[in-house]
């Protein structure tokens, strides 16, 4: 059986997603492209040969050939669209954030356990980065012993808007990590600090926070948007009788003038475009088998990015450490 896919958001996540599913995903059918730029939606339909092209999400949704839909829309449309899918019965591959409001991360959640099954899977890709799965294997097997510390920083070339904000760098950039440190650690967060240096310029400094974990682990995170000499992410995992850490990616590396030369993205598609592969994959099972991927983030991890990142905000505002309070699991989640 074939499994019709809607993607909804004809960006740059959104025709990604469309390629994967017209050339990665075997079972697959691309069967709609919706965008609120029908003429976008259409570039990227004839691009990767879906069926047809919409400019009305939730009309989409609704269709009766589709099965499954994966929303790559603007952020504060995830939420309300996922929502709809829960709705209509089908399953969702949302982008992340859930929503960067965490009462409205918990709607969802209430919709979902009153429908009483899974829905929806959230696009925390890293989950299945190569880098963090081997981080997260070397920890359960005990090679690097009890976790003390992890080191992580997350940089890009430029903001994507000139109006963004420090805050702008927790709740949309961090969430990243906030996940899948949560993720490889196993553990949650108790505390948040929240710091910035100061710029000789107008652009937005970088973000670097301080976590606590309920085991006792610290974390650091330093977000910054405006590094200038291109796309680069990396984490160490620091154990009491070893560390591991990711290696930067470059497949070539040029010799020349008596030194040598080595790369760098401009931004995640190319580093991460496995992750979102493997990501994509896993939700067509979870359409197939309605198993919810054991690796995949839930509405729940989605819930604990947002209350993260309200404290982080708070946290850089005001100065001082802000603890991160939030719900029990609901049962229905564990």
Not at 152 to 160: L, Y
Request: glycine share 6%; net charge negative.
């Amino acid at each position: 059986m074939t499994i019709r896919i809607a993607v909804i958001g004809a960006g740059l996540m959104g025709a990604d997603h469309a390629k994967i599913v017209a050339e990665e995903m075997q079972g697959a059918t691309l069967q709609l492209v919706c965008d609120m730029d029908e003429s976008r939606a259409r570039k990227v339909a004839d691009l990767y040969g879906a069926a047809d092209v919409g400019n009305d999400p939730e009309a989409a949704i609704s269709r009766a050939d589709i099965d499954a839909v994966i929303v790559a829309s603007p952020d504060f449309t995830h939420a309300p669209l996922s929502l709809a899918c829960i709705a209509a019965g089908k399953k969702v591959l949302c982008e992340k954030p859930l929503s960067q409001s965490s009462d409205e991360c918990l709607k969802v959640m209430n919709a979902e356990m009153a429908a009483a099954a899974r829905f929806v899977q959230l696009g925390f890709m890293r989950r299945y980065d190569q880098s963090y799965t081997e981080m997260r294997q070397a920890l359960k097997s005990g090679a690097i012993g009890r976790p003390l510390m992890m080191h992580n920083f997350h940089r890009n070339v430029e903001t994507p808007a000139s109006d963004f904000t420090g805050e702008m760098a927790i709740t949309n950039s961090a969430p990243h990590e906030f996940d899948v440190v949560r993720y490889v650690l196993g553990t949650d967060y108790v505390s948040i600090s929240a710091f910035q240096p100061k710029r000789s310029d107008a652009l937005v400094a970088p973000v670097v926070m301080v976590l606590e974990t309920a085991d006792g682990q610290l974390v650091n995170i330093e977000i910054n948007n405006n590094a200038a000499y291109g796309y680069d992410v990396r984490a160490e995992l620091v154990g009491e009788t070893a560390s591991i850490a990711m290696n930067p990616i470059a497949f070539t590396r040029i010799d020349q003038r008596l030194g040598q030369h080595t790369g760098y993205d401009t931004d995640w598609r190319g580093r991460y475009y496995e992750a979102y592969r493997r990501q994509n994959r896993a939700f067509l099972r979870f359409v197939s088998t309605r198993k919810f991927p054991e690796v995949a983030s839930s509405c729940w991890d989605g819930y604990c990015a947002a209350i993260v990142a309200e404290a982080g905000v708070k946290a850089l505002n005001e100065g001082r450490k802000v603890a991160v309070e939030m719900i029990n699991k609901p049962e229905f989640y564990a």
